[in-house]
């Protein structure tokens, strides 16, 4: 597969030395010229008071983190007005900004009204989210719903296909993350995934490490985790690397992949290995934790990987 266009990478809080220079764009987003590893949170701290996206950042930058996943995934919830007001508090706190799109989205439903819906919340969050300053927004794609695997994945493919065409006519150049699933019954394997980066502009993968291992009960192994960035720089190239954007938790499974998210240190996940792998292969971009201690793990993870 041909490796898809990458963007440049993002803001940063880290230790490293680096250099940051600031748009002039409406969205004042801000532009990292090297390539760095950012911890921050999915959604508002638990710590935070009160539980408002404005305070959450700024608790996020607090507590020494880099970045946070806005949540819309029960709905987009910021108006325009308060979108600016976002990127204005981001800006101001050099924390990194992405969105999680609504849950109920399926780019397979069988119903034409259900998926022009699950394309409309897509679009109408992803436009917020740019006000936001954000440059990506995550979204599971949907369901098989006992289809083949190869229709689905044309179903899928020409369903955001048309967001994309939206976005475009709207001028926004924010970028579609597709997640990997923690279940077999939903699209979205990483083969899937890797193959709509290649294939359609504007669109990178969200790898859920979590999802990976509970979905098939293995890819637990620094080997494993050192094999799948191997095939991302070999099928996207170095670029997919230098801007990953990577959810991790703890997380509980069975046959039927995922349950229910865990925290790091209650669940089997080899988070030290994972970690090793992001920083000898150099990678760069976002880990959202989203344990159900959400701050609390993503401090581990951060703290963890300054010591490898």
């Known amino acids: 597969m041909k490796p898809a266009p990458y963007g440049a990478s993002t803001p940063s809080r880290c230790d490293v030395s680096i250099e940051i220079r600031w748009s002039q764009s409406s969205f004042n987003c801000y532009t990292l010229l090297m390539a760095n590893l950012l911890f921050g949170t999915a959604g508002i701290p638990l710590s935070t008071w009160p539980q408002e996206t404005g305070e959450g950042i700024r608790r996020v930058a607090a507590l020494g983190l880099d970045c946070m996943e806005v949540e819309f995934v029960q709905g987009v919830y910021l108006n325009e007005a308060q979108a600016k007001a976002m990127a204005g508090i981001a800006r101001n706190n050099k924390i990194k900004l992405s969105v999680h799109g609504p849950y109920y989205l399926n ?3 069988h119903e034409r009204p259900k998926l022009h819906s699950s394309q409309g919340m897509l679009h109408k969050a992803a436009r917020i989210a740019r006000l936001c300053g954000a440059q990506s927004i995550v979204f599971h794609a949907g369901f098989y719903l006992g289809d083949p695997p190869k229709q689905v994945y044309q179903t899928v493919k020409t369903a955001i296909r048309e967001v994309l065409d939206k976005l475009e006519a709207d001028d926004n150049t924010i970028t579609l993350r597709p997640e990997s699933a923690g279940k077999p ?5 990483i083969d899937e995934i890797v193959r709509l980066t290649s294939e359609l502009p504007r669109v990178a993968p969200c790898i859920d490490f979590a999802h990976w291992h509970a979905r098939a009960g293995g890819n637990n192994s620094y080997e494993e985790f050192n094999g799948l960035l191997k095939d991302l720089r070999k099928n996207l190239g170095e670029a997919a690397l230098q801007d990953m954007h990577i959810h ?8 039927s992949g995922e349950k229910k998210h865990l925290p790091i240190r209650a669940s089997d996940l080899r988070y030290e290995d994972l970690l090793r792998a992001l920083k000898d292969h150099g990678v760069g971009g976002t880990v959202i934790c989203e344990s159900p201690n959400r701050e609390e793990d993503a401090l581990l993870l951060k703290e963890s990987y300054q010591k490898v």
Do not use: H
Request: no cysteine; charged share 10%; net charge neutral.
């Open 107 to 109: 780019f397979n439903a």
């Open 185 to 189: 019954t939903q699209f979205g394997s």
């Open 248 to 255: 991790v938790s703890g997380i509980e499974y069975g046959k």
